[in-house]
């Protein structure tokens, strides 16, 4: 049983549900005030209780450190009432979160494992969704959302869409993998549960973006037969339950425990493209890539400590940045480790980049709710050259030459593509993306993939390597902006991490070495050896 230090000080989550018992293992760590849309006698705690239990005692109950959490406070926010004693409908439901949110937003981590039992449309986002966006930029907050559970496998059908309420876009939205696999067990260690809810979301949006262990399901004869996690019920028992109800807590606490170590301003995008930047789909998984992005978004996330740890093979640099419509980022003689050349005159290693935004959104616009995008491209080029800018569409007299996106898909194998079973498929991400509206964006790719003549144009040692982030917005947000005189914008978080996966050069060293010789702006923010890079090379 873990017991709160006294003196030190820990995170705190919101748990917005229906009420957390003050049973032994969670009383000291529930905070001293809370919020209540219901008397006691309306209030069954049994939900919140193993929610919250997972969110505080998750690594000890599976005896793994699936989060790294170190210790975390809670504050019960009883939205949701007995269902057998009070009936609650949608609206009131929202307007409880956000009343509990709003009057307690010195909190900005907030679970929400509870939703509506209906699939979310394949071109119109939900008004449960919509609000839920609503209320976290309001109030500058994040959640961290369930899928939704089905029960399509009982009858052999296929998993129900995510639903309505985790078509959220700024929420993180969590599903489910198995944890064991029992005798009436359908899926297989770690792959998604029988009754996980599946994406895309709206517009195609990716939904789940991560996973993790929620229970395994099964059917004998012509009832269910569940396999659950474990978890602390109101009395103080260890229970086993099932559902991404379940999952979502630990991705809750990963989320905390980031943000409390990370010991600056909180930045929604940070927390958001730190778990997905870690994600990676399990070594058991043989499912192809577009399955495992509609079921599992992008995989896994790893603890904690596993994002702070440091690797002298590998260099994480993260961009936190705000762009401004009509505006570029590019950054020109981009730091990538020189010493990362193979005996014929090549670079290789991999790399991996997330790109997180805070999109514009304007409701009542169908499957065009999401009104701004961002693109990110990572490469090489020649050299910089000279640009006219009289021209309206040029915004830098300096750019490059014969720039190459070594993110692209096509640079790759056709094979690499297809591969389920290497141990790099865990991480391989060679998405098109194309002019979809994606609020996350990620790429993992192995230079060593790339076809001979796509090395031959983009890789040879010579070449120098740049970023560039651009950002762009549907006509209607332009036209709105213009009669109310809006300036459009969009916050965003860039990670990109260098590895040499031949394990020979001290990269970390050697980058660091680079931003001090090319006079990046830099410092450290306690993340695996993660450099923030100021650019001052904005167009």
């Known amino acids: 049983m873990k017991r709160p230090d006294s003196r030190r000080d820990y995170p705190v989550v919101g748990v917005l549900d ?21 008397p006691e006698e309306l209030i069954d705690p049994m939900h919140g209780t193993c929610v919250s239990s997972i969110i505080l005692y998750g ?28 009936m609650i409908y949608e609206d009131e439901l929202v307007e409880n979160i956000r009343e ?56 052999g059908r296929p998993k129900g869409r995510i639903a309505k309420s985790a078509d959220s876009i700024r929420s993180l939205v969590v599903g489910s993998v198995a944890q064991s696999k029992n005798g009436h067990d359908i899926s297989e260690f770690l792959h998604p549960s029988p009754f996980t809810r599946v994406g895309p979301g709206p517009a195609n949006s990716i939904k789940p973006e991560l996973v993790t262990i929620g229970g395994n399901a099964g059917v004998n004869g012509s009832g269910i037969v569940t396999n659950g996690v474990q978890a602390i019920d109101p009395a103080g028992n260890i229970v086993k339950i099932p559902g991404t109800s379940f999952a979502t807590p630990r991705v809750t606490a990963l989320l ?88 014929e005159g090549f670079f290789y290693g991999d790399v991996k980049v997330t790109l997180v935004a805070q999109p514009v959104l304007r409701e009542k616009q169908g499957a065009e709710y999401c009104q701004s995008n961002l693109d990110v491209k990572f490469g090489t080029y020649e050299n910089i050259k000279d640009r006219d800018i009289t021209k309206t569409n040029i915004l830098n007299e300096f750019g490059p030459d ?32 194309g002019n979809k509206y994606q609020p996350v964006k990620k790429y993992s790719v192995n230079l060593n993939e790339m076809t001979s003549s796509n090395k031959e144009h983009n890789l040879r040692s010579e070449r120098k390597w740049y970023a560039k982030i651009i ?13 109310d005189g809006e300036i459009l914008n969009q916050d965003f978080t860039l990670i990109v991490t260098i590895r040499d996966n031949k394990r020979q050069h001290n990269i970390y060293n050697e980058v660091t070495q680079l931003l001090e010789n090319r006079n990046f702006l830099h410092s450290n923010i306690k993340l695996r050896e993660e450099v923030r890079v100021d650019i001052n090379k904005k167009s």
């Not at 229906?18 to 219901?38: P, Q």
């Not at 509506?116 to 071109?123: G, K, P, Q, V």
């Not at 425990?257 to 070594?283: G, M, Q, R, W």
């Open 18 to 38: 229906t009420g957390i018992a003050k049973n032994s293992y969670l009383n000291a760590w529930l905070e001293d005030d809370n919020f209540s849309s219901y």
């Open 59 to 86: 690594d000890q109950l599976e005896n793994e450190g699936a989060t790294g959490n170190t210790g975390v406070k809670l504050f019960d926010a009883t939205v949701f009432p007995d269902k057998n004693k009070e």
């Open 100 to 155: 509990a949110i709003k009057t307690n937003n010195r909190i900005k981590i907030w679970n929400l494992s509870l939703g509506t039992e209906i699939d979310s449309d394949i071109n119109q986002f939900s008004d449960f969704g919509i609000a839920l966006d609503n209320i976290q930029e309001s109030y500058d907050v994040m959640i961290c959302k369930s899928a939704g559970n089905c029960k399509n496998f009982k009858d």
């Open 256 to 343: 905390s425990e980031l943000n409390f170590k990370i010991n600056e301003d909180f930045n929604p995008t940070l927390l958001k493209a730190l778990t997905i930047h870690s994600a990676k789909y399990p070594s058991e998984l043989s499912i192809p890539i577009n399955e495992r992005i509609n079921q599992m978004g992008f995989g896994i996330p790893t603890s904690a400590d596993d994002i702070i740890f440091n690797d002298p093979h590998e260099i994480t640099l993260i961009l936190q940045e705000n762009i401004v419509k009509g505006e570029f980022i590019e950054i020109l003689e981009f730091p990538f480790p020189e010493s990362l050349v193979d005996e």
């Open 402 to 433: 014969d720039a190459q996106n070594v993110l692209r898909d096509s640079n790759y194998r056709a094979a690499y593509k297809r591969d389920t079973s290497s141990e790099y498929a865990r991480e391989r991400m060679l998405l098109n993306y």
């Open 471 to 483: 950002g762009t917005y549907r006509d209607f947000a332009e036209t709105l902006a213009q009669q």
